[in-house]
């Protein structure tokens, strides 16, 4: 599956930005979908999951109450809702696809090429 994320760019803190990730390829409802997140000299962090189906859906706790990750299975996309941005939301967001509905970074197989969110203070 090919992945292709958008929506990322600049905004103030407190401001609201919406991720997309379209996908190509395989059925793209056989794949749990992912966000992570990753700053310069840090390692790929997660952000949220969504189950096939968009039953069952994680969120690292830093992020909770704020973002909200959704799939459309019809249209091939995953997006993810960010409110109440704040700086330390600054990262280049992934979405990822897998076959397990799970946290760990290494079991996503697939991802996309990352979009810049940049919060000013």
């Known amino acids: 599956v090919q992945l292709q994320a958008s929506g990322g760019g600049l905004v103030q803190a407190g401001g609201s930005l919406r991720l997309s990730c379209a996908a190509s390829g395989r059925t793209f409802s056989d794949y749990v979908m992912g966000w992570f997140r990753q700053t310069p000299g840090k390692e790929r962090e997660f952000v949220a999951a969504?189950?096939?189906?968009?039953?069952?859906?994680a969120y690292v706790e830093s992020v909770e109450g704020r973002f909200t990750i959704s799939r459309d299975n019809a249209k091939r996309t995953v997006y993810l809702q960010m409110n109440s941005l704040k700086p330390e939301d600054t990262a280049v967001y992934y979405c990822a696809a897998g076959d397990y509905y799970t946290r760990r970074r290494g079991d996503y197989n697939y991802w996309g090429q990352g979009t810049l969110v940049t919060v000013s203070s």
């Open positions: 969504i189950s096939w189906s968009g039953n069952s859906i």
